[in-house]
């Protein structure tokens, strides 16, 4: 089972380049989130999602940007790369089961530094 | 108040010893609660939820106090492949538009041989 795919693993960008995320479920989940995770730091929540269709802005979704079009995949968008976004990307899908929350499975990663 | 805080840690343990870990949330309506536990430079992967009676798995314990609005993790018998950081994870504060998590900030355990 693939679970949750995230691509690439690693990026290099230059200062005011862009570049898009990808993440792909295939579990049929109807809920996904971008966190971002700076070094010794928690987890902050970029975006989220509900379904195909809708979104919504997490913690700190200054300078990135989301679409769902689909269920499987939820692609993060960052327009202008700032040395500010140099970070550890994480996806991540989950469910609801009788009205509560499941557990979210993670990608592995995408690691971006911005120079 | 915080939607969700943790111990701050680091918490150094010789291997054996018996660890807990404490969580708070302010958000008295969630209902689904998770411990997660993520290695370095990896990604956070689910240890246990946590169910209103309580529960086990082997040698970790999860309890949940909706009066006081905490859990708590329980780790005996700790081996050094336990060393990691702990996460505690909530339900936020979206509710009338779908939910998304909240994860406190994690606790970091060293087991030392």
């Known amino acids: 089972n693939a679970g949750v795919t995230q691509t690439p693993k690693f990026r290099i960008l230059k200062i005011g380049q862009s570049m898009t995320l990808q993440c792909a479920q295939d579990?049929?989940?109807?809920?996904m989130y971008w966190y971002r995770q700076d070094p010794g730091m928690g987890l902050k929540l970029i975006y989220y999602?509900?379904?195909?269709?809708?979104?919504d802005k997490g913690e700190v979704p200054n300078g990135y940007n989301v679409s769902r079009s689909t269920t499987e995949d939820f692609p993060l968008r960052l327009e202008l790369a700032a040395p500010s976004q140099t970070s550890v990307y994480f996806c991540?899908?989950?469910?609801?089961?009788?009205?509560?929350?499941?557990?979210?499975?993670f990608g592995q990663g995408t690691r971006l530094t911005v120079v | 108040r915080k939607e969700v805080e943790q111990d701050p840690g680091p918490f150094n343990v010789p291997e054996g010893a018996t660890v807990a870990f404490n969580c708070t949330y302010s958000?008295?309506?969630?209902?689904?609660f998770f411990w997660y536990r993520q290695d370095c430079r990896k990604e956070p992967k689910l240890l246990m939820s946590?169910?209103?009676s309580g529960n086990e798995d082997g040698r970790f314990t999860a309890q949940l106090n909706r009066a006081s609005q905490y859990i708590s993790l329980l780790i005996r018998d700790s081996k050094l492949s336990d060393s990691a950081t702990y996460l505690c994870v909530v339900p936020g504060r979206r509710a009338n538009y779908g939910q998304n998590f909240v994860f406190g900030p994690g606790t970091r355990l060293s087991v030392l041989p």
């Open positions: 958000n008295s309506a969630s209902q689904s």
């Open positions: 579990m049929n989940h109807n809920y």
């Open positions: 999602s509900v379904g195909a269709g809708i979104t």
């Open positions: 946590v169910y209103s």
């Open positions: 991540a899908s989950s469910s609801k089961d009788r009205g509560q929350n499941t557990e979210a499975f």
